[in-house]
């Protein structure tokens, strides 16, 4: 498992503060250029050699250069992948809604202006694909480049913006990386650099600069309060094994992003598993749902981990929230001796939503609450298991939720622990007597298929979908003056 360490330059002298500007300019001219000559299909191998001689880096450090371009395009290949599947998506499902016989002429005249916008950037997205080519990238990001064209920032700050790192892979066999190297000795912690400048022998000069790694000391009890990075790349140092830095330079001060595998140091046998019960976890925009059933898929208890921050939290307060968060989901599954069922969701923008959901879903990202979680439970020795998300909050709405008192999230992370066991979620008896009166049809459908046509026959029934499911489920059903 791979983390990334924040760590930082501190102290750094004003000689070597030009000499780290300097190769941040060296460096990221060098990405660009190598941008542009893979796209006109230059040979990577040649064009290592080319950068190399151009820029005046080592072999090394041209490879980096050279990777960091070629994987720009890789990722923006991906992208356009990616957003041609969604608007193709919206597509369709505009085209759906436009068949509906009920429309009035003001809702289908927005559907088609809406089915015009989607359709342009379909085919625009089509033509890269069919051309295997991509939108244009611009280095120091688009949102600087406009306030630059406006004159809202000076030419300097642009430089500053598109010259501004350093990038360099790890290399075992040289203990760890070579041109930016941790050292540790008697005096301290120091980042050593290897820098353009050679000596009368070709060898790079190298300098030598105190680097802080992140390490919170309790100033009452003494002891490291959340995870002791300072002491796990020290640990890591003394394997041997690769590590990936990056050199970021903001607002005057040099951050330093290592990447290493936790895995080389730290061993997390499971000590809770799904044999004695499992917790499942329906994420959602303000916290976790979490529901305990016994190993024969019973009902044990349920609990929601609600944090309303998490929607209005800058990006910064909402990162350590969702650690919070995950955190208590493990202690929830350790003091349970329970192992953790979660969605394996993917995270597509392939519907058309309100502009107040697509803020939420914006702001706050299912996929770090859930990338945190998985990392706390292998942390913990918590079992993880995924399962596909198809139908849960329905199941649980329809199934579990009246029957065992839940509400509709914690209804769908029993269904979500259910299916980690394997257990298929059959249609009540009740549910097929009252609304399906094609029962021979209806018993043809798959499990999911079944399900999708009761949650169609309640949404029409109900008229005003399934939220009313709770409070109206006697009348839809036609038990009104039933007591149960």
Not at 35 to 61: S, T, W
Not at 407 to 419: K, P, S, T
Request: with cysteine; hydrophobic share 35%.
């Amino acid at each position: 498992m791979k983390i990334t360490i924040r760590a930082k330059l501190i102290d750094v002298a004003e000689e070597i503060d030009k000499t780290l500007s300097n190769m941040m300019l060296v460096f990221c001219t060098a990405v660009r250029f190598s941008f542009k000559r893979l796209l006109e299909g230059k040979d990577i191998k040649e064009l290592e050699k080319d950068v190399a001689i151009k820029f005046n880096l080592n072999i090394r450090q041209s490879k980096d250069a050279v990777e960091e371009a070629r994987q720009v395009i890789a990722s923006q290949k991906e992208l356009v992948k990616l957003n041609y599947k969604n608007y193709t998506a919206k597509v369709n499902s505009i085209e759906l809604d436009l068949k509906k016989p009920y429309l009035t002429d003001k809702k289908r005249k927005a559907l088609l202006s809406k089915l015009d916008k989607r359709k342009r950037k379909q085919s625009y997205y089509k033509n890269f694909i069919d051309t295997d080519t991509i939108p244009s990238v611009v280095f120091g990001t688009k949102e600087l480049f406009l306030r630059r064209c406006k004159g809202l920032i000076t030419k300097e700050e642009w430089q500053a913006a598109r010259n501004n790192r350093i990038y360099s892979r790890g290399d075992k066999t040289k203990s760890g990386n070579p041109n930016l190297r941790v050292i540790v000795n008697d005096s301290g912690i120091f980042l050593e650099i290897s820098t353009l400048e050679k000596t009368d022998t070709n060898r790079a000069i190298k300098v030598r600069t105190p680097l802080y790694l992140p390490q919170k000391v309790s100033q009452k009890t003494g002891e490291i309060n959340g995870r002791d990075y300072r002491t796990m790349m020290l640990d890591y140092l003394r394997t041997g094994e690769a590590y990936q830095v990056e050199l970021i330079k903001k607002d005057g001060e040099y951050h330093c992003h290592i990447t290493i595998d936790e895995a080389k140091i730290r061993d997390y046998p499971l000590r809770y598993t799904g044999h004695a019960g499992l917790i499942g976890v329906d994420t959602n925009p303000d916290g976790f749902a979490l529901t305990a059933i016994s190993r024969d898929g019973n009902y044990l208890k349920s609990a929601y981990l609600f944090q309303p921050e998490l929607k209005d939290a800058r990006s910064d307060r909402r990162e350590n929230l969702c650690g919070e968060l995950a955190k208590q989901a493990v202690e929830f599954a350790k003091e349970n001796n329970c192992g953790v069922a979660i969605e394996d969701l993917k995270f597509a923008d392939d519907k058309d939503v309100s502009s107040k959901f697509a803020r939420i879903k914006h702001q706050f990202i299912y996929k770090k609450l859930l990338s945190m979680l998985i990392a706390a439970c292998i942390r913990a020795g918590v079992e993880l298991i995924q399962v596909k998300p198809q139908f849960t909050s329905k199941i649980g709405l329809y199934k579990y939720c009246h029957q065992y008192g839940l509400d509709v999230h914690n209804g769908a992370a029993m269904v979500i622990a259910r299916r980690a066991y394997g257990y298929k979620e059959t249609v009540p008896k009740i549910l097929k007597d009252k609304l399906i009166t094609d029962l021979p049809s209806f018993n043809k459908k798959t499990e999911w298929g079944k399900w999708s046509a009761i949650d169609k026959i309640i949404n029409k029934d109900a008229k005003g979908g399934t939220g009313f499911w709770q409070r109206d489920r006697k009348s839809i059903l036609g038990l009104a003056n039933v007591p149960f």
